[in-house]
């Protein structure tokens, strides 16, 4: 398995945190959008793309960065961090998955978690989340990823 996650971690490092230990799992290289090589890219046989939430949408270098991929068919997984929960109905990364998707990438799964979190009325009261994600988030990574390299990816 030749695997790469592309993360955009702006705020606190909770995004990388989390790639780091999926990539751990799949023995990925974690690169930042516009570290991404299209080649190394194009010879992955996973790609993972992750970012914090910012505003309810994943970060614009991620999404701008997929937008401008070219098509080809792959695996691929979506992962997110957010100060606050998804609401069911609208998860934070589907508007991703739906690119990927339209650019002939099979997504094998998503997976979310919160963390910390500053955004401007949260900073007034030192935060949310202060200790996220923590140990159950990332062993909950670790085990997405583990379905994800055992060939059983899951939406989490």
Avoid at 21 to 33: D, S
Avoid at 41 to 58: E, H, I, M, Q, W
Avoid at 101 to 126: H, I, Y
Avoid at 137 to 151: I, S, V
């Amino acid at each position: 398995m030749k695997p790469v996650i592309v993360c955009a971690s702006v705020s606190h490092g909770n995004t990388r945190r989390v790639a780091d230990t999926m990539a751990q799992v799949l023995g990925a290289k974690v690169v930042a959008p516009e570290e991404a090589d299209l080649d190394e890219l194009s010879d992955a046989d996973l790609v993972g793309f992750g970012s914090g939430v910012f505003y309810g949408r994943l970060h614009p270098r991620l999404t701008d960065f997929v937008k401008a991929l070219p098509a080809r068919p792959g695996q691929a997984f979506v992962f997110a961090t957010s100060g606050l929960p998804e609401i069911p109905p609208a998860p934070f990364t589907r508007p991703l998955i739906r690119v990927l998707e339209g650019k002939g990438f099979e997504v094998a799964g998503s997976f979310s978690c919160r963390a910390f979190d500053t955004w401007t009325p949260f900073k007034l009261v030192g935060g949310l989340n202060k200790q996220r994600p923590n140990v159950g988030d990332l062993a909950a990574a670790r085990a997405f990823a583990e379905r994800l390299r055992d060939g059983r990816g899951l939406v989490v």
